[in-house]
């Protein structure tokens, strides 16, 4: 299963990637790389690798039984998606910020609700979690296309949906123990959130150049 599960992942950020690629390429013509362009694109995956890092950690403490550390680590996540959203809040106000600070928290609550049925062996929570991921894949998408034109929707959803799948790959492959293959699957998480953060980047420095001069 977290094979499978992995395997969409890669096949889903390959075939993003290319589309990101080519809407780079575009956009390129409207805007040079600046310093503040770089800046920002560095800051961005960073609060995009800490996201990944702490839910780790998160799914890791469940499946170690270990409630404290388990708690430490989801203070992070919550302050960690409270700076991604704090990042839109000069761009598009403070409603939006706190807008985006409510879908990330949907975001990792169906994370945590399929780590919790995994390790309950509840089949029920874990599709009822697939499919709040799915749901929430759909929101952000919408949210974002709509603020930005450079974030088309199908494409915001599709990166967001398959970030999702790596979580899900992970947490199954802690329950199973397959700890070489999180290891690559970490990997993959980390060039997945790499390509979010810069996909933001680019639409954010094309729709608002003076910001990024």
Not at 23 to 28: E, I, L, P, Y
Not at 106 to 112: E, N
Not at 198 to 211: G, I, N, R, V
Request: proline letters at 2%; one cysteine or more.
């Amino acid at each position: 299963m977290s094979q499978h599960l992995l395997s969409i992942g890669v096949l889903g950020l390959s075939l993003i990637m290319a589309g990101c690629t080519h809407a780079s390429h575009t956009q390129s013509s409207h805007h040079e790389e600046t310093a503040k362009t770089v800046q920002t694109k560095e800051a961005l995956r960073d609060l995009w690798v800490s996201h990944i890092f702490w839910i780790r950690n998160v799914v890791w403490d469940d499946a170690m039984n270990n409630p404290a550390a388990r708690d430490a680590a989801e203070q992070e996540v919550v302050a960690n998606a409270r700076q991604i959203a704090n990042t839109i809040q000069p761009f598009y106000g403070d409603a939006a910020s706190e807008k985006l600070f409510t879908l990330l928290a949907g975001h990792y609550g169906a994370v945590k609700a399929y780590s919790e049925g995994s390790l309950a062996g509840n089949s029920l929570q874990q599709e009822a979690a697939l499919a709040q991921l799915a749901s929430n894949a759909d929101d952000i998408a919408v949210f974002l296309s709509s603020a930005n034109p450079y974030l088309p929707r199908e494409t915001v959803r599709g990166l967001i949906a398959a970030h999702g799948a790596h979580h899900v790959a992970q947490i199954t492959q802690f329950q199973e123990k397959d700890y070489v293959d999180e290891g690559k699957t970490w990997e993959v998480m980390r060039q997945h959130v790499y390509t979010i953060a810069d996909a933001l980047t680019t639409a954010l420095a094309t729709q608002f150049p003076d910001k990024f001069s």
